[in-house]
């Protein structure tokens, strides 16, 4: 069972993030499946190159023990984008059902008028 | 020189969100007299750093002078220094010609400098993860500025738009992180020097097709255009919006294309498989033009034709396609925002957006009618004007290939489909349509017009000047130009009258056809899987 590290279950749970925007027709679950991909790169990105034993990299521990801080670093932008994305989306669901009456992808394409 | 004393870069990408910003408290009137000035501004440093660029060779900088490859840095090279004046020219003119429009407040103008910010940030960033950063501020901007005239069907084109450049976005950063654990950095020179040393090609197969999924959506080649229209297209996007975004923000996309292929250079080379892509994204753009009666969509389905055409010449294996494509980048920002700058004037003017039902622009406002025909001119490639040089370039790098004839019909299909968007430009008038009194619309209508016509008739010293590369195009006016286009036209001509116009129905059937979110996904999943697969067979 060696091959279940983080990068192996960050890829995993992608795929099915992936599998629920394919699948899914409610605008809500969509919603969440991006989400879950996103989580899933996030994840993938604070564990890449991770050694076992590292300590968070805050100032006043043992620098050669420390964790990569870039990703780290990285990650808290990346999730306060997905944050704000997902903010603006679920604000457009709510005009979108209003005005459409419904949250199903295929009665919505059918329900625009050109 | 300046650049020496001041970080010109950061000042350049600062600059518009923070006057945005600062200004955002002050009476419309005011922000737009500041924001008129500072686009002057914002041209003037871009032109400096441009010069600088070409005279002293590429200009970085560092952020607070940590060392290469460590530290965020902006980088000013041969690629984006023209792109990023480009950006700063179009969007000044764009915004003058705006500056009498009734939505123009002062959200609008700052969500706009937003957009600038971001498409410079763009250009000029060094380091990927910075890319990915301004391409989410870019995709929020576009969404709120797609729906800005709350018309019909608004919030569903920018939910649409949205949802698939977020999903798009995810693979960008799985990608990302991929790279960032093999190469353990995210600049660009940086990467490109790790990836160089790398045993094992197989390694990078998914992040290259995780990373070129998100890009090629973005650049909106097939299948993942669907998209594009939508967006570019939509009742409720202001027409500078559509120019902006059909004019400059696509070639964002195309540019990291471009960025991101000479990263991965030393192990993997796709080129192949994006021309023939490029390629059938140019005939898949231009068969559903023809289909449309919604003269924005036309336009709209010609961008995704044109950037097919782009991304075939740059992947076409030889110089003079690649400059070539990259002086038709300049060329269609230059004539596709002026066709829709005078789509969405014309559209006001006379209520509808059926081709069917315009007529007679010429004769009721001849300034628009005559830069809108400069920018048909331009798009169809006919000689004299500037989409003649750049197609000219791409064919003669693809000299002697099966792509030459692909150019053909490409080239063939834009004559058809701006046949039967020329055909609005003549006629009389309908009487309930008055003429267009606004200077300032048509003025700059007339100088992008104009600059088409210059982009032709002074050609080579463009292609000179921007790229440096000087290469002999036969005159504006060389013979073997003049049969091909007469050519051309001819068959365009015939083919529109002999079979388009007799083939209605099916046509009706093509533009019912819609995909819905979970469609435009399934396309995004297959065209992934088919790069991973194409990639683990090659390299």
Redesign the interface.
């Known amino acids: 069972m060696e091959w279940i590290d983080s990068?192996h279950l960050?890829?995993g749970l992608?795929f099915v993030?992936?599998y629920g925007?394919?699948?899914?027709?409610n605008?809500i679950k969509?919603?969440i499946s991006?989400n879950i991909?996103?989580a899933?790169?996030?994840l993938?990105?604070i564990t890449?190159?991770l050694q076992p034993g590292s300590v968070p990299p805050i100032a006043g521990g043992d620098p050669s023990r420390m964790a990569d801080p870039?990703?780290q670093a990285?990650m808290i932008?990346?999730i306060v984008?997905g944050v704000?994305?997902t903010a603006?989306?679920l604000a457009?669901?709510i005009?979108?059902a209003h005005?459409?009456g419904s949250s199903d992808?295929?009665k919505?394409?059918?329900r625009?008028?050109? | 020189m300046l650049i020496q004393y001041i970080p010109t870069l950061y000042v350049l990408v600062l600059l518009p969100v923070l006057i945005g910003a600062m200004g955002y408290f002050l009476p419309r009137r005011i922000y737009q007299g500041v924001l008129l000035v500072f686009g002057l501004v914002m041209i003037a440093i871009s032109a400096v750093v441009f010069y600088e660029v070409r005279v002293l060779g590429e200009v970085i900088e560092h952020v607070a002078g940590w060392g290469e490859s460590v530290s965020i840095s902006l980088r000013a090279d041969e690629l984006s220094a023209p792109l990023v004046l480009m950006t700063n020219v179009l969007f000044f003119a764009f915004f003058v010609f705006n500056s009498r429009a009734p939505y123009m407040d002062n959200t609008f103008q700052y969500l706009f400098m937003t957009l600038q910010c971001s498409l410079i940030a763009l250009f000029l960033s060094g380091d990927l993860?910075n890319v990915?950063?301004v391409m989410?501020v870019g995709?929020?901007a576009v969404?709120i500025l797609i729906m800005y005239k709350k018309e019909?069907?608004s919030?569903?084109d920018?939910?649409m738009y949205?949802?698939i450049n977020?999903?798009a976005m995810?693979?960008m950063?799985?990608g990302?992180?991929?790279l960032?654990?093999i190469t353990?950095v995210?600049d660009f020179v940086g990467m490109h020097n790790k990836i160089a040393q790398i045993n094992d090609p197989r390694a990078l197969v998914l992040p290259y097709a995780l990373i070129m999924t998100a890009i090629a959506l973005k650049a909106a080649l097939f299948p993942m255009f669907s998209w594009l229209p939508r967006a570019h297209g939509a009742p409720s996007a202001p027409s500078i919006i559509s120019a902006t975004l059909s004019g400059v923000q696509v070639k964002a996309g195309v540019y990291l294309l471009i960025r991101m292929q000479w990263v991965f250079s030393p192990v993997i080379d796709a080129s192949v498989f994006f021309a023939v892509l490029g390629f059938v994204t140019a005939v898949v753009g231009f068969l559903l033009a023809v289909s449309q009666k919604?003269i924005k969509l036309i336009l709209a389905y010609h961008t995704v034709s044109q950037v097919g055409l782009i991304v075939l010449g740059l992947n076409g294996g030889s110089p003079y396609a690649f400059w070539g494509g990259m002086y038709h980048i300049i060329n269609h920002a230059l004539f596709k925002g002026l066709l829709f700058l005078t789509a969405g004037v014309i559209i006001d003017h006379y209520g509808t957006r059926n081709y069917a039902q315009i007529r007679g622009v010429f004769r009721r406002m001849p300034w628009i009618g005559i830069a809108g025909f400069a920018g048909v001119l331009g798009i169809t490639g006919t000689p004299l004007f500037n989409g003649s040089i750049s197609k000219y370039l791409i064919q003669n790098g693809l000299q002697g290939n099966l792509a030459e004839i692909g150019m053909f019909i490409v080239n063939l299909g834009t004559v058809l489909s701006f046949v039967k968007y020329s055909t609005m430009f003549f006629g009389k008038a309908p009487d309930h349509v008055k003429p267009v009194k606004d200077p300032y619309v048509n003025g700059v209508s007339m100088v992008i017009g104009f600059g088409c016509l210059a982009g032709g008739i002074f050609g080579a010293q463009a292609v000179q000047l921007f790229f440096g590369q000087g290469y002999n195009l036969d005159g504006a006016l060389g013979a073997e130009k003049l049969t091909m286009f007469a050519i051309t036209l001819a068959l365009g001509i015939a083919l529109y009258f002999g079979v388009v116009t007799r083939i209605g129905g099916f046509l009706q059937r093509v533009r019912d056809n819609?995909?819905?979110?979970?469609q435009v996904?399934?396309l995004i999943?297959i065209f992934f899987a088919f790069l991973t697969a194409y990639l683990y067979l090659t390299v």
């Open positions: 990068s960050s890829l992608f993030g992936l925007v394919i699948s899914q027709r605008v969509t919603i991006i991909m996103d899933a790169a996030i993938f990105l890449a190159n870039v990703p990285l932008t990346a984008i704000s994305v603006m989306c457009l669901f005009r979108m005005r459409y992808w295929e919505i394409v059918h625009v008028e050109d | 993860f990915y950063v989410e995709m929020l969404c019909k069907q919030v569903y920018g939910m949205l949802m977020f999903l995810a693979f950063l799985l990302l992180g991929y960032y654990r353990g995210l919604d819609k995909v819905n979110f979970n996904s399934l999943a």
